[in-house]
Structure formats: C-alpha cells, structure tokens
C-alpha cells in the first residue's frame, strides 16, 4: 500500500526530533502498515505516538470531564452514543426525548472526539474550545491505556468508563475493519494469519490488549468512583441494567419518573445496533480520519469469531489470555 494512501494516524510523518530521540531508545516492529513503537506497555504507529505525547504534555482537564476508553473494535461506538444519549436526555423535550436528537445529525464519532486520534494528532495544541459548555461536560474518547491516560489527566477526578471485548470477537472486526478500509474485497485467510499472529504476540496497535484491559480492570478496583469497567457482552445481554450502570456511575441515575415513562428503553433503541447503522448519517460520508462511516457498523454480534477462527486458533489465543491474565480475577 503506497504511503500516501494511509490514515495519518499509522505514518510517521508527523514526529517531532524529541519524539524520534524517543522512539531510538524503545522497542520498534515494522508490519504491514508502517513502524510502530512500544511507549508504556502499548505498541502505536510513530504518529499516534506523538499524539499521545502531545496529549500528555498539553492536555488541560477540568474536573467533570468524562472519557470513554476502549481496545479497538470493543464497542466504542455504542458506548459513545450510549453515554451521548444519557447526557443529553435532560436537554430535549421530554414527552419525546428522542426529537432532533444530536445522533440522528451526526456520527457518534463526530461527537465525541477521540483524544490521540481526533485531537492530539494534528496538532500538539488543539482548540478545544469549542468543546466547553456550562451546562454538559466534555465528552472524549481514547485507545490508550489507563496508566497512559492518566498521565495527560494528571490529578484530576475525571470519570472514565472503559468498554472490554472478547479478544476473538475485537481481532475479527479489527480485520474486517482493515481490509475494508483498505479497500480489500478479498477478506483473505493469509491476512486473517497474519493479524492473528501479531495479536497473540501482543504486538500490534495498541496491543497487547491484555496488559489494556487489565490497566483499566485494575484501575476499576482500585478507584471505582472514577473507573467504570464495562463489557459488550453484557451490553448485549442486558442493557438495562447495564445502561443503569452507566447512568449512575456518571451522576445522571435515571428518575422514577424517567424509568416509568419507557425512557430507558427509547435510549437503548436509539443506541441499538439496527438503528444506528440505518441512519443516513451513519450510512453515508467520511470521519475526520477520512474513514468510512458506515465501517464502524458490521455485524454487532456476540461470537462471530466462530465463523472465522479455527479450532486451533481458538485454543491458542484462548491459552495466551488465561495466562495473561491469571491471578488478575479478570476473564474475558
Ligand atoms: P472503533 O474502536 O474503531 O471505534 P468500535 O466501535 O469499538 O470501533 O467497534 C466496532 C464494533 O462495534 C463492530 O463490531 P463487529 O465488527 O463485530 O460487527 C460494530 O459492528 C460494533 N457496533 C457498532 N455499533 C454498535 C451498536 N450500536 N451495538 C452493538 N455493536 C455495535
């Protein structure tokens, strides 16, 4: 794939000489996408690096900002919507809460902006004006794992909810992602190989998505005031109570009130997979990264891994995970 052709994001044109000082003195790998480094525990491609790093130096929080985190291809679109769609419920009318909704105009990553991808990467001091309102806090998103995050919030008691996937169902959306965008109508098994390979050696962006995980599961015992560790798959199974969760845990619990009148349930179907991939603004136009947006909506299922890994693929990154993770009290 020629150069040019790729997301900003995985180049690495836009590194400062105190970046590339660096990255000389951190572990590198060159795949097929570009050069990626290893910074705190987590592999990124030379660009986002900087992001990171101009994140970190440059990022002012104020208290009630809210970050939504996640391992790529983990929900993080739904837990977008979701977590815009509980925000904004007290702004609309509330006999129909759901009219001129934000959602149905834009994309949820239109709306909430992600921090080293959205922001920090094209430049090392974003205008983040416009961001600011008396009324709601500021919404962001990341990839970065939470020692790295914390490290731009500094001491600040922002919220941060983190969604968690299974590792087999976020690798085959990962492939299906790239070779969508890569324009690859041939969803060939070498390439399914070979991202598989680099998974299970944990080296690949922002993996291994073990040691990202546990950043957050850790940091959900240790402060769970501040770190909510929620999962796609009981999203799926059950999304009330989960998006209860999720209200409570931001200070907005729903109402009696709000609950009686079906609100709860509206929210969901707003937020729901069916919908949001339906929508024309969902459907159709590009993200900031010049990304197809209809690429953040495939499948939306639980275990569709199946229909693509192999039985012995299966055992393999099942077997890296439970070491992983052992002794953690974290499964997934
Ligand atoms: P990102 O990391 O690039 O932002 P992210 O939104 O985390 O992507 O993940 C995309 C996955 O979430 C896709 O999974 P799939 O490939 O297995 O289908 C996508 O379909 C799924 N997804 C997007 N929106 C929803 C939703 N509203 N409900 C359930 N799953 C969703």
């Known amino acids: 794939m020629a150069e040019k052709e790729l997301n900003m994001n995985v180049r690495d044109d836009n590194v400062s000489e105190e970046t590339k000082k660096l990255i000389s003195s951190l572990p590198t790998y060159k795949d097929s996408l570009g050069k990626l480094c ?3 525990g987590c592999w990124y491609y030379y660009n986002t690096l900087q992001a990171v790093i101009n994140f970190q130096n440059n990022f002012r929080p104020q208290n009630n ?3 939504l985190a996640s391992f790529p291809k983990s929900g993080t679109t739904w837990l977008k919507a979701l977590t815009v769609a509980l925000l ?4 609309h009318d509330h006999d129909d809460p759901l009219n001129h909704h934000p959602l149905l105009s834009d994309n949820p990553h239109g709306i909430v902006p992600t921090l080293e991808i959205d922001m920090y990467l094209k430049s090392s001091t974003p205008d983040l004006t416009k961001l600011s309102s008396s009324s709601s806090p500021r919404l962001f998103s990341t990839h970065m794992p939470l020692h790295t995050v914390k490290e731009g919030l500094k001491d600040s008691p922002c919220k941060i909810v983190y969604v968690c996937r299974n590792a087999k169902d976020a690798l085959i959306s990962r492939w299906h992602f790239k070779c969508k965008c890569q324009k690859q109508d041939d969803v060939s098994r070498s ?3 070979s991202m598989f390979e680099s998974f299970c050696s944990g080296v690949s962006f922002y993996g291994p998505i073990w040691d990202h995980a546990l950043s957050y599961w850790r940091g959900s015992l240790e402060n769970p005031k501040n770190v909510l560790f929620m999962r796609y798959e009981e999203l799926k199974t059950e999304p009330r109570a989960q998006l209860k969760r999720l209200a409570e845990f931001l200070g907005c619990p729903f109402t009696e009130e709000e ?3 079906g609100l709860v349930e509206k929210i969901l179907e707003l937020c ?3 919908n949001l991939s339906g929508l024309e603004v969902n459907k159709t136009g590009k993200t900031s990264l010049n990304i197809d947006r209809d690429s953040f909506f495939r ?10 890994l192999t039985p012995e693929m299966e055992s393999k990154i099942d077997m890296i995970i439970d070491q992983e993770l052992k002794g ?3 499964t997934f």
């Open 191 to 193: 390439s399914l190989e």
């Open 38 to 40: 290893k910074y705190q």
């Open 259 to 261: 609950e009686e009148s």
């Open 272 to 274: 729901s997979f069916d």
């Open 299 to 308: 499948k939306g299922e639980v275990g569709d891994w199946k229909n693509y």
């Open 88 to 91: 904004e419920r007290s702004k």
């Open 328 to 330: 953690s009290g974290l």
């Open 65 to 67: 900002d809210i970050i």
